[in-house]
């Protein structure tokens, strides 16, 4: 058992379902005290901010990775209601632009300590080199999310989505302080599915990621906690 007031949750579960009793029913066997939660685009969409809501007040963390990709108006009023929400975490994309991450900034300033950390996607996970290519980015992934970081890091955020790959690198270029959040996490064995630029829990956390995110190994396991529960002592051993 982890000793629940000393743990930091280091993982981020991405409730990536279409059926709300299905997610509220892992919800149930979890404890905050062992992990976070992350809401994206599927559930939001299906189940909209009471869902978030509901999470929130169970006494778990809650990411809104909702990836904000606007104009500055339209960004920072968004992130200002993710803030009513009462997440902890919400993030927006570095490839918005300086000036959209600073209005996003600027947003969260009225909620003082209870502003959620503001985070900012830089290549996904997903993503090649060679697909990055295709985009127009003739840098590797690895340059471009270094980048990224920069100009999110300049823009006042508190870290970045990276995959990690690159979280060494971003370490010792933006100092321990610059909070890195990586999914693509694939436990030795488990099927990578779409994602492309992966590690494991241990090598992600040797490398620096500050924060693992972790989907489909987790949600779509036949005993979730108990998985949950292995990587937790994996990355306490480890
Ligand atoms: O670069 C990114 C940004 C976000 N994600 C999200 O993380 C989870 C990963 O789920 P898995 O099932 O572990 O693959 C998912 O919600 C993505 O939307 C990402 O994978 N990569």
Redesign the pocket.
């Known amino acids: 058992m982890q000793d629940s007031k000393n743990f930091d949750p280091k993982i981020?579960i991405?409730?990536?379902f279409a059926d709300e009793q299905q997610a509220k029913a892992l919800i149930a066997k979890l404890d905050p005290a062992s992990c976070r939660l992350?809401v994206?685009?599927?559930m939001f969409t299906l189940f909209g901010p009471d869902f978030v809501r509901s999470l929130v007040q169970q006494g778990f963390d809650v990411f809104l990775?909702l990836?904000f990709h606007d104009i500055p108006n339209t960004v920072a009023k968004a992130v200002s209601a993710a803030a009513e929400l009462g997440v902890w975490m919400v993030?927006v994309h570095a490839s918005g632009g300086s000036r959209m991450m600073q209005a996003a900034r600027e947003a969260l300033l009225p909620y003082g300590d209870k502003a959620p950390l503001l985070i900012a996607?830089?290549?996904?996970?997903?993503?090649t080199g060679e697909e990055l290519h295709q985009t127009g980015v003739q840098r590797s992934p690895a340059e471009q999310v270094l980048a990224l970081a920069r100009l999110t890091r300049e823009a006042g955020l508190d870290g970045v989505?990276?995959?990690a790959q690159e979280a060494s690198l971003l370490k010792t270029e933006l100092g321990p302080d610059f909070k890195l959040v990586t999914?693509?996490?694939?436990p030795a064995g488990s099927d990578a599915?779409?994602?492309r630029r992966i590690m494991t829990p241990e090598q992600a956390l040797a490398a620096g990621s500050d924060y693992l995110?972790?989907?489909?190994?987790?949600?779509?396991a036949a005993d979730p906690a108990a998985v949950l529960a292995q990587i937790n002592l994996s990355l306490v051993a480890s």
């Open positions: 981020l991405a409730l990536d992350k994206g685009k599927e990775d990836k993030n996607v830089t290549v996904l996970t997903s993503m989505v990276c995959s999914p693509g996490i694939r599915g779409d994602q995110v972790i989907g489909r190994p987790i949600t779509q």
